[in-house]
């Protein structure tokens, strides 16, 4: 099925404004937005028009009952200059698992698709030229209808804004292994990307902030022993030679930069298990001197090379002797812009003018 997306642009682009050399991180929108409404069972009126507040009843019942959705994703440019996007289709799989885990309608694959190629085929001159920067998308769904009860609405709207992003200082991070709060429980909303879900995180983050760590480690709910996750991130070890993350058990997000790192690692001729990884064993691999590396996953930084590990009384420090995760990062960069063969087939290409 094809769309017809309506296309309305603005005169003058504030890109002119931008210094790409010096991009203030999420505060910089570009000049429009994908806005697409539900309404009587259905997703009407797909139009990109300049980015302008919007309208909000106070009864809009996501801003009581919680029913939001988003993803993340960026754009980059290759070699000659032609926008790319980085596996989009997960992205709109991923969000249709979240819309079914909350209630809420899913929006058509085909049109995620073509309205993101639109949107960045019109924003493309936002997209920072720099290896590590990119164009970061937004793509976020949310029930509009303003009714007070607890039920699933019935109108809702998808929106997709985007903010240029610099190059992340990749320094290796610290991290607070949660032992009061927890992040998600099997049953719960853990594998959604749910407004919710971050709602309930950013109280922990503060703390673990305020005692000198970068980002929480999420533990199980029941033993806060089994690792999850770490903020927005995914997290890999490295021990005794083998890499291990998390298996996606209902309460760990299903990462797109995971996904892609797990087939990058085996591609180098890694072994990688996807299992359950209890802190103790992080201890003891600490212990024998086998923990070799750990890192995190995730659209915004790719990826950042843990150093330590905050748990109960101790602190594990990880080694950073065999920086694989360096040579990830500066592979998925180079597929990103060009630099690399993309022999999965991972990017898509944006047509630079529109039909
Ligand atoms: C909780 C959480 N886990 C993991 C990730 C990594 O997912 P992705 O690689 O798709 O960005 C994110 C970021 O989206 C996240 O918010």
Known sequence: MSYTIKINTVI??????LDF?????????????????????QWVNPEIR?????????????????QAIFEGMKATLDEVGTPMLFRPEKNAERLNFSARRMGMPEFPEALFIEGLKQFVSVEQGWIPPQEGSALYLRPFMYADEPFIGMRAATHFKFII???????????????????????????????????????????PTELAKSKGYDQVLWLDAQ?????????????????????LTPKLDGAVLNGITRLSVIDLLRDFGYQVKERDISMSEIIEAEEKGTLEEAFGTGTAVAIAMIQEIGYKDQKIHVSNESPVGQKILDTLNGIRNGKIEDKFNWMVKVEKELA
């Open 223 to 243: 033993n806060f022993n089994t690792i999850q996750e770490v903020g927005t991130m995914n997290i890999f070890f490295k021990i005794d030679g083998e890499f």
């Open 161 to 203: 804004i985007a903010s240029p992003s610099g190059p992340f200082f990749n320094k290796r991070i610290k991290l607070f292994a949660e032992t009061k709060y927890i992040r998600a429980a099997h049953g719960g909303t853990g594998e959604a990307k749910a407004a919710g879900n971050y709602a309930a995180a950013i109280r």
């Open 50 to 66: 300049p980015l302008e507040m919007i309208p909000t009843h106070p009864a809009a019942m996501a801003l009581h009952y919680g």
């Open 21 to 41: 050399n010096n991009i203030p991180l999420g505060r910089t929108f570009t000049d429009h937005m994908f806005v697409c409404d539900y309404d009587n069972g």
């Open 12 to 17: 003058n682009s504030k890109v002119t404004d």
